[in-house]
């Protein structure tokens, strides 16, 4: 007896889900980004509103003052869902902790010269409380943003914020400047340097408008103090004692590299979709640059003495850049 096998392609029918067929056509297959974000709200059948909010749907557009022909056009470029962020960040935190294993078999962070160190404890690590402050004003935006697009990017920055915070620590532990760790947190709480920033992030707390927020946080300050201390002081430390403090703090350079791509990418999309949109968020951007620059002013006089202000400057213009090429008029 003789078989005869043969093969054959069955073509299907669509390439994706339903919902995704209606947005993209139903020959175009969809990306597993695509497949975890769009259209995944509930946008309707509420049982109740809020019993805490009740001029609110519990997802509702009306939270924010900017308006979206489609809310799920602030996708990620990055094409993060839950799977590719934790993929991502684990082989992140797994470079940095080798880094900081490599620094401590080899002494290369407690002998780091006394005068870095100093640096390291009097502006670095109070910084760690800036980073639990982004943590709980991200936690804000994920929770009432509109659109699964946003709110799980602003869900992911808020755990990245808090792995900051926590590499912070190890840096001051590295450098066994473990009694400097309490030391900053009294300087933040008392230390006049930073209380304007201290006031600033509590500010943020309480502001009502998720995509204000989104401005004042993700855009604007951080836009300013990831490049005014993990570059400009960075380079300064590095010609001055070596490179360790860079390999102590790749995490936060990289994901502030990265993180950039995801918030310009929303505020480009934001501003394209109609002109109201334009001109508010860059009366945003404005406000929320001229608060942070004066927030920021005493910590770049702390870390680089009297070209302080110069530095700051600097970053100030290459912020001014970022918000330009995403179309916004500042």
Request: charged residues 20%.
């Amino acid at each position: 007896m003789s078989m005869d096998l043969r093969t054959i392609t069955i073509q299907p029918l669509r390439q994706t889900f339903g919902h995704l067929a209606r947005r993209m056509g139903a020959d175009k297959p969809a990306s597993r980004y695509m497949e975890a974000t769009m259209d995944l709200q509930p946008v309707e059948n509420y049982h109740y509103r809020p019993t805490w909010d009740p001029s609110h749907d519990i997802f509702d557009p009306q939270r924010s003052r900017i308006t979206m022909k489609d809310w799920y056009a602030l996708k990620d470029p990055r094409q993060f869902f839950y799977g590719a962020w934790t993929l991502a960040r684990g082989r992140m935190q797994e470079t940095a902790s080798a880094d900081f294993d490599m620094a401590d078999e080899l002494g290369l962070a407690t002998g780091y010269p006394g005068e870095g160190k100093k640096v390291v404890n009097e502006v670095l690590l109070p910084l760690r409380h800036v980073a639990w402050g982004s943590n709980i004003n991200n936690s804000y935006i994920a929770a009432y943003s509109y659109g699964i697009a946003i709110s799980q990017a602003t869900a992911y920055a808020c755990m990245d914020q808090l792995g900051i915070a926590q590499f912070i620590t190890r840096l001051g532990i590295s450098l066994d400047e473990i009694d400097a760790l309490a030391e900053a947190k009294q300087a933040w709480l008392k230390a006049p340097v930073w209380q304007g920033l201290r006031h600033y992030i509590e500010d943020q707390m309480v502001m009502d408008d998720w995509f204000e927020l989104f401005v004042a946080q993700n855009f604007a300050l951080e836009g300013l103090l990831y490049p005014l201390i993990y570059d400009k002081l960075n380079d300064r430390l590095n010609a001055a004692h070596g490179p360790v403090l860079t390999m102590l703090t790749r995490f936060q350079r990289e994901w502030f590299a990265e993180n950039v791509k995801w918030v310009d990418a929303v505020l480009k999309a934001a501003a394209a979709d109609n002109p109201a949109n334009k001109a508010l968020l860059a009366e945003w951007i404005a406000a929320a640059r001229q608060r942070s620059v004066e927030v920021l002013a005493p910590v770049a006089e702390l870390a680089f003495g009297t070209e302080g202000a110069a530095v700051l400057d600097e970053v100030v213009q290459q912020l001014n850049a970022r918000a330009a090429k995403a179309g916004i008029p500042v």
